[in-house]
């Protein structure tokens, strides 16, 4: 069936460090891909998503980009900011999962500043 | 843009009591909404998926009878959580499907806190 995995947490960086979060999926046919963030106390929120093979997505200075050939969508920030302290969702929809959104097991990032 | 709006964004009950939380699509028609569950520090688990105008898909191990669901619209959806207990208590999250888009992206609501006493 169709999966998400991503890097464990909780990932402590310091201000202006460079972030990646490893993600990878498994999924038959081609899923649109997704990042969702999630703050303290609230809920989801889209961070940036590719429909397609090669697309990069990009919002706030996060960016990732889907790769077909090692199956994967790993989100990259150049410089952190404390407020990016929050939960990080990779996520996939796919037609063959009925359009369920699969979500990531989650990674809590921690910039300290 | 889309929005997906939850009512109510928190709530408190005695044990043995039902709660209903509603999950509206304000700009958009949803001809499917789901509904997530999220205990602290996990991801979200998908609870079941709801179509207008027809009976709720569960995903294995959520009890129907215990979470119902009611889809009586293109833009609300609602999840009574019958008989709460206090192991009912999570963050409730619902998100919506704009048929009008092709890659099926789905939009989150702000989720609903239950706490059960």
Not at chain 1, 89 to 102: D, P, Q, R
Not at chain 2, 24 to 33: E, G, I, V
Not at chain 2, 83 to 103: G, N, Q, V, W
Request: charged share 20%; net charge neutral.
């Amino acid at each position: 069936g169709n999966s998400v995995t991503q890097m464990e947490g909780p990932v402590t960086l310091s201000e202006e460090a460079f972030l990646t979060i490893n993600c990878t999926y498994t999924a038959t046919g081609y899923p649109s891909l997704f990042w969702y963030v999630q703050y303290p106390g609230e809920g989801l929120q889209l961070l940036l998503k590719a429909t397609k093979a090669d697309d990069k997505g990009s919002n706030k200075g996060f960016e990732a980009t889907y790769r077909k050939e090692t199956t994967s969508f790993h989100l990259e920030k150049g410089s952190v900011q404390v407020s990016d302290s929050a939960v990080y969702f990779c996520a996939l929809i796919a037609f063959t999962g009925g359009f369920k959104t699969i979500f990531g097991a989650g990674t809590r990032l921690f910039v300290k500043a | 843009g889309a929005v997906v709006s939850q009512h109510p964004s928190w709530v408190i009950c005695k044990s043995g009591t039902s709660v209903k939380i509603e999950c509206r699509s304000l700009d958009f028609q949803a001809t499917t909404m789901f509904w997530y569950r999220q205990f602290p520090k996990q991801s979200l688990m998908l609870m079941a998926t709801s179509n207008e105008g027809s009976k709720a898909t569960y995903e294995q191990g959520v009890e129907k009878d215990k979470f119902l669901i009611n889809h009586a619209s293109l833009t609300l959806s609602t999840l009574t959580v019958t008989s709460a207990h206090p192991e009912d208590s999570s963050f409730y999250i619902c998100s919506a499907r704009d048929k009008t888009i092709l890659y099926n992206e789905q939009f989150f609501g702000p989720g609903t806190r239950l706490t059960v006493l």
